[in-house]
C-alpha cells in the first residue's frame, strides 16, 4: 500500500445537509409544534365548557355543584338548563379578575362553606329578574303568559304575577342548586311543580 494512499473514514464521503433542507426541517418541527399547540388549547378551551372542569382540581367546593348538574333532579333549576343544551358559563360568566380571585381563595383555603359542607356560604345570588331576563335568556312577558294556572291550579293563580311580584326575585322561587320552593304556599295550597318544596319543609 502507498503511503500517499489515503484511507477514506466513515463519514467522509458523506455530504453535509445542504441549507435549503435544514431550513424545510425547521418549518416542519415548527408547524408541529404550533399544531400541537393549537390543538391542545382548543382541546382545553372545550373542556373548560364543560361542568366536568369545575371540579377537576377544585374538588372542594365544586363537587356538589357539579353533581347537582348532572343529578337530573326536577327540582333543581340546573336540570332545567341542563337538560336545554345549558352548562356552568351558560350563568357564570368567566370574568378574568373574579376568577383570579377564586384562585387566591382556593389556594389560601379561604373560602367559607354552608353548615353542611356542600356549597359555598358566600356563593353569589344570581337568579334576579335583571340578570335571569337578559337577552337571549328568559322573556319575562312570555313567562307570565304561560304561567297561569300553573301545575293545574285554578287560572287565577301565576306566581309571576302576583300580589308579590315586587316583593319577589326570581331565586327566591327557583334555586340552582337546591330544591326549589313554591313561595306562594306560604299562605295558598296550590300544587307544585315536579321536585318542588313548599316553604320551610322540613
Request: charged share 20%.
Amino acid at each position: 500500500m502507498a503511503e500517499d494512499e489515503k484511507i477514506s473514514q466513515p463519514g467522509e464521503d458523506a455530504q453535509a445537509p445542504s441549507p435549503k433542507r435544514k431550513a424545510k426541517r425547521g418549518w416542519i418541527i415548527g408547524g408541529v409544534v404550533a399544531a400541537v399547540i393549537v390543538v391542545a388549547g382548543a382541546g382545553f378551551w372545550v373542556w373548560h365548557e364543560t361542568p366536568s372542569f369545575c371540579n377537576a382540581i377544585c374538588h372542594s367546593p365544586m363537587d356538589s355543584y357539579v353533581d347537582t348538574y348532572y343529578s337530573g333532579d326536577q327540582g333543581m333549576l340546573v336540570t332545567a338548563h341542563a337538560e336545554a343544551g345549558n352548562n356552568c358559563l351558560s350563568c357564570h360568566e368567566p370574568v378574568i379578575t373574579e376568577q383570579v380571585g377564586e384562585v387566591m381563595k382556593w389556594t389560601s383555603d379561604d373560602y367559607p362553606m354552608t353548615a353542611d359542607g356542600t356549597k359555598l356560604a358566600d356563593g353569589a345570588d344570581m337568579a334576579s329578574e335583571e340578570f335571569c331576563a337578559k337577552s337571549g335568556c328568559h322573556d319575562m312577558d312570555d313567562v307570565v303568559a304561560s304561567t297561569w294556572g300553573f301545575e293545574g291550579n285554578g287560572e287565577q293563580f301565576n306566581p309571576h304575577s302576583s300580589h308579590q311580584d315586587l316583593a319577589l326575585e326570581c331565586g327566591d322561587c327557583h334555586k340552582a342548586h337546591e330544591k326549589s320552593v313554591l313561595m306562594c304556599n306560604q299562605c295558598h295550597k296550590l300544587n307544585m311543580p315536579e321536585g318542588w318544596e313548599a316553604p320551610n319543609a322540613a
